[in-house]
C-alpha cells in the first residue's frame, strides 16, 4: 500500500517530465503547443458553458421543487413491480443529467436508511454503474460539433438501464 501511495505522489510529475521530453526529442516547439492547446480549450468552455449552465439549472429546480420525488411516488407502483425501489428513481433520473445532482439525492438515501442498506447500497452501485448521459453528449457532441448522433443516445440509455438493473440486483443479492 505503500508503493502505490508513494507512486501516486509522482505519478503526474513524471507525466509531465515524459510529455515534455518526448515533445523535446521530437523537435516540436513544446510550450507553443501547451499555449494553443490551452486556448482550444477556452474556446471549448466558451461553447460549452450555456448548455452546462442550462442543464445544471434544470437540474437544481426540479430537485429543490420536489417534483422528482413526487415522481418518485407517483411512479413507485410500476416501479416496485419491476423490482425499482422508488426511492431509487430520483437517483436514476437525476444522474442522467448530473452526478452532482444524483450523488446529493444518494446521500438524502444514505441519511435516511443508512449507508449500508439495501437502498445505500444499491445507490452507490447506481451511481458508479450509470453515466450522466445528457451531460456527456451535450458536451462532448457540442465541442467537436457532432450534429448527427445516430444510435448513441439508445445505445447510452439501454446501457444506463443496464446498470441501474445489475445494481438493483446485486444489491438485493448482498
Known amino acids: 500500500m505503500e508503493f502505490i501511495l508513494c507512486l501516486s505522489d509522482y505519478l503526474i510529475p513524471l507525466a509531465v517530465f515524459y510529455?515534455?521530453?518526448?515533445g523535446v526529442l521530437m523537435?516540436?516547439?513544446?510550450y507553443d503547443d501547451f499555449v494553443e492547446g490551452a486556448k482550444e480549450g477556452a474556446r471549448t468552455v466558451l461553447r460549452v458553458f450555456p448548455t452546462l449552465t442550462g442543464l445544471m439549472?434544470?437540474?437544481g429546480v426540479l430537485r429543490a421543487?420536489?417534483?422528482l420525488d413526487a415522481a418518485a411516488g407517483a411512479l413507485g407502483r410500476?416501479?416496485?413491480a419491476v423490482g425499482l425501489p422508488p426511492q431509487l428513481l430520483p437517483v436514476a433520473v437525476a444522474k442522467l443529467f448530473s452526478?452532482?445532482?444524483a450523488t446529493g439525492l444518494a446521500l438524502d438515501i444514505f441519511r435516511t436508511?443508512?449507508?449500508d442498506s439495501r437502498l445505500g447500497l444499491a445507490a452507490s452501485l447506481m451511481l458508479s454503474s450509470t453515466e450522466t448521459v445528457f451531460y456527456t453528449m451535450s458536451i462532448y457532441f457540442l465541442s467537436v460539433n457532432v450534429k448527427k448522433?445516430?444510435?448513441?443516445?439508445?445505445g447510452a440509455l439501454l446501457a444506463t438501464f443496464a446498470g441501474i438493473a445489475a445494481s438493483v440486483f446485486l444489491a438485493g443479492r448482498m
Open 57 to 59: 439549472a434544470g437540474v
Open 149 to 154: 448522433t445516430r444510435y448513441t443516445l439508445p
Open 99 to 101: 452526478s452532482g445532482a
Open 65 to 67: 421543487s420536489g417534483f
Open 113 to 115: 436508511y443508512g449507508p
Open 19 to 22: 510529455i515534455v521530453t518526448f
Open 78 to 80: 410500476w416501479t416496485r
Open 27 to 30: 523537435k516540436r516547439p513544446v
